[in-house]
């Protein structure tokens, strides 16, 4: 079965499947994963403008980010005709896979909460919306203020 939840990431999903009344032992065998996933803004390949890292006002918190380390340039939205002046063009997906791993079943019947999972899960390898984004940050995607923007309240 799929299903869509609103949460802030993949392991909210299961926490609210909890609060809403599916029994732990049922979720933990049954759930095989939980995938999240937020649209960030494209940015317009007509107009991007490459900028210097160092150079953007981003408080330190912001900068909490994988994978940043030895970035040198990074690209940010100017506007032209083709984006109607706007600087983006479209949308492209961040996504966050949490798999239902043996450890991660253990702590639902534990009923173990959303940051405990999501811990758990990346020590296991799964990679953040962040993470992903910063990819697509790196690879002129999308902005750093864009992903900043849409991941906000996971940080």
């Known amino acids: 079965m799929l299903s869509t ?35 960030v803004r494209r940015l317009c390949p007509a107009c991007r ?16 980010l994988q994978n940043s ?12 005709e083709a984006c109607n002046h706007t600087g983006y063009l479209g949308r492209v997906g961040i996504f966050e896979l949490l798999p239902a791993t043996s450890e991660i079943c253990k702590v639902i019947v ?13 020590r296991q390898g799964m990679r953040l919306l962040r993470d992903d984004g910063w990819d697509k940050v790196r690879q002129g995607v999308t902005t750093l203020a864009e992903l900043l923007r849409v991941t906000r309240e996971e940080a």
């Open 110 to 122: 534990q009923r173990a909460d959303a940051g405990t999972i999501r811990n758990l899960a990346v």
């Open 69 to 80: 380390n030895g970035v040198q340039n990074v690209w940010e939205a100017t506007g032209c």
């Open 49 to 64: 403008k490459e900028v210097a890292f160092a150079g953007l006002d981003v408080t330190a918190a912001e900068l909490e």
């Open 5 to 39: 939840l609103h949460t802030n990431d993949a392991a909210g999903a299961i926490s609210r499947l909890l609060e809403m009344g599916v029994q732990d032992y049922l979720l933990s065998s049954s759930l095989l994963g939980v995938l999240a996933q937020r649209l």
